[in-house]
């Protein structure tokens, strides 16, 4: 088992920043790739960002590529999302994930926190 605890969300206006940040415990984090998603009211769980274990690989949804950053310290047992230029449309609830590969697919992620919400206003 791992578990993940997000947090950093809270509300800010568009165009800042925000950085979250995903506390694992448990099993040996660096055995897992880890993902960050997104839910936005009314809308279907969408996949973010993803890194490997070793954290040489990333990936991202068209939607945020080079805007945020994908990041992980496998020594602190903690991954991050630096979010940069936030828009209105990045409002949603922000989970991460660990699995066996870095992925873009909800399926492929056993492990899930809670949620921490980001809230972007215009």
């Known amino acids: 088992q791992v578990q993940l605890v997000e947090s950093g969300g809270g509300l800010v206006q568009a165009g800042g920043s925000l950085r979250l940040s995903c506390a694992a415990s448990?099993?040996?984090?660096?055995?897992?790739?880890m993902g960050w998603f997104r839910q936005a009211p009314g809308k279907e769980r969408e996949f973010v960002a993803t890194i490997s274990r070793s954290g040489i690989t990333t990936a991202y949804a068209d939607s945020v590529k080079g805007r945020f950053t994908i990041s992980r310290d496998n020594a602190k047992n903690t991954g991050f999302l630096q979010m940069n230029s936030l828009k209105p449309e990045d409002t949603a609830v922000y989970y991460c994930?660990?699995?066996?590969?870095?992925?873009?697919?909800?399926?492929?992620?056993?492990?899930w926190g809670q949620g921490t919400q980001v809230t972007v206003s215009s």
């Open positions: 448990g099993r040996t984090f660096s055995n897992y790739a």
């Open positions: 994930a660990a699995g066996p590969v870095a992925a873009r697919s909800i399926n492929l992620y056993a492990y």
